[in-house]
């Protein structure tokens, strides 16, 4: 057992303010699944950053280890390759899922949201951890709501072809509450809408970075549909600090954590236009099947129980997003991938 201290200084904003300044706290033995993917690895960052021992468990199905090399040869950080859909011993204090193929050209291939899930739940009840769920926005489907609260109960397809991650993410927080209620579990379940920033996967199909690699590419944005369906977009460092607000936190939830700018996919290329070139080109396409037509996030229940709003639009953070794939479309291309 790792029993370091730190100065509380560190902690600040990350446990909501709770220890007052001058406390010194243990460090925490953290295990983040999917870590070495887009959001994972900025919330290993800021774990690691305040003094906390970190696990990443990944199987690098969409991760890379560059997002983590930084961290190599700290006696703090441990990378595992392992794919979740197989039990795994661990020794820790919390847990943060992530581990999940979430860009619609992946998820269709793998179980991970059911029985990785499953897996880690049955970890945290062995070592009596607490559990952090990432689901998403998709659980309210093509919502009939507007904007979506928690309360909404969503309307999904449940044998479309995004069912496999929208029903796979409403099982996951299924499970969540089952071992909470029934064996007592500290879980913890938030609800993230669009997210974007700087180690998004180039091509995994997602709408900010496909605008963003075409347009830096020279190429087409390609809108799919006629353009006016909406999201919302939520820069990575305040999703980060949701997230890690929810696990220190009291709450179970669920919790929506986005930003609550709503634009249309028209609207989004002009922004990227505005930032990259004005004279980059739209192209249409043939929308998905099942495209939810909307999507905003009421984050009223997050502001007042967890102290939490974003603080990044979408104008400040997309020229973050734009310098790093910039340098990594034109800059040292090698593969880290495996
Ligand atoms: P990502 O693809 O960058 O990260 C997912 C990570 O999980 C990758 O490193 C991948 O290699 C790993 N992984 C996938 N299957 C695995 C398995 N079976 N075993 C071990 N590791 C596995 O995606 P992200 O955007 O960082 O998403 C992180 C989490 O947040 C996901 O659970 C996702 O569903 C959720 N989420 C993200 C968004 C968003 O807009 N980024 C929105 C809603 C929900
Ligand atoms: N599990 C795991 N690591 C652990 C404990 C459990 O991966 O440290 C897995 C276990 O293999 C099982 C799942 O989590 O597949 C659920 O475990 P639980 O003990 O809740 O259920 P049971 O094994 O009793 O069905
Ligand atoms: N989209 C688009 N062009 C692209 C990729 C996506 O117009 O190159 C649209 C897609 O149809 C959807 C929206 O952008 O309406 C968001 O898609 P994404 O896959 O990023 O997220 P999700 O649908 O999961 O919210």
């Not at 300044?21 to 960052?45: M, N, P, Q, W, Y």
């Not at 904007?147 to 099982?171: F, H, L």
């Not at 236009?273 to 999507?295: L, V, Y």
Request: proline fraction near 6%; include cysteine.
């Amino acid at each position: 057992v790792l029993y370091e201290t730190q100065r509380e200084g560190m902690l600040s904003v990350s446990v909501g303010g709770k220890v007052p300044l001058g406390l010194e706290r243990k460090s925490l033995r953290i295990v983040v699944t999917g870590g070495a993917g887009f959001v994972g690895s900025h919330l290993v960052d800021r774990l690691i950053a305040r003094g906390d021992s970190v696990i990443v468990v990944d199987n690098f199905f969409t991760g890379r280890k560059d997002n983590l090399v930084h961290h190599f040869g700290n006696p703090r950080f441990e990378l595992i390759r392992h794919d979740v859909v197989e039990p795994i011993l661990l020794e820790v204090d919390q847990i943060y899922h992530l581990a999940c193929p979430a860009s619609p050209v992946h998820y269709k291939f793998n179980p991970t949201n059911v029985v990785g899930t499953l897996n880690m739940l049955g970890l945290a009840k062995r070592v009596g951890a607490r559990f952090l769920l990432t689901s998403t926005s998709e659980v309210y489907g093509d919502p009939l709501e507007h904007p979506q609260a928690e309360t909404y109960w969503g309307n999904v397809n449940p044998i479309g072809v995004r069912s496999c991650y929208d029903e796979g993410k409403r099982t996951a927080e299924t499970l969540s509450m089952d071992y909470h209620r029934g064996l007592g579990i500290e879980v913890r379940i938030a609800r993230i809408f669009n997210t974007y920033g700087p180690r998004m996967c180039i091509d995994d199909g997602r709408v900010v970075s496909n605008f963003v690699a075409q347009a830096l590419r020279k190429e087409p944005m390609t809108v799919y549909g006629d353009g006016k369906q909406t999201r919302s977009f939520q820069y990575v460092s305040d999703l980060v600090e949701g997230l890690m607000r929810l696990m220190e936190g009291d709450h179970v939830g669920p919790f929506n954590l986005g930003n609550p700018g709503e634009f249309t996919m028209l609207e989004l290329a002009q922004v990227v236009q505005e930032t990259i070139d004005p004279n980059a080109k739209i192209e249409f396409r043939p929308n998905t099947e099942d495209d939810p037509h909307k999507r905003r996030p009421d984050i009223s229940k997050a502001k007042k129980l967890l102290g939490w709003e974003p603080t990044v639009s979408l104008r400040k953070g997309l020229p973050l997003m734009v310098n790093d794939f910039r340098q990594r479309i034109f800059g040292d291309q090698k593969d880290m991938t495996t």
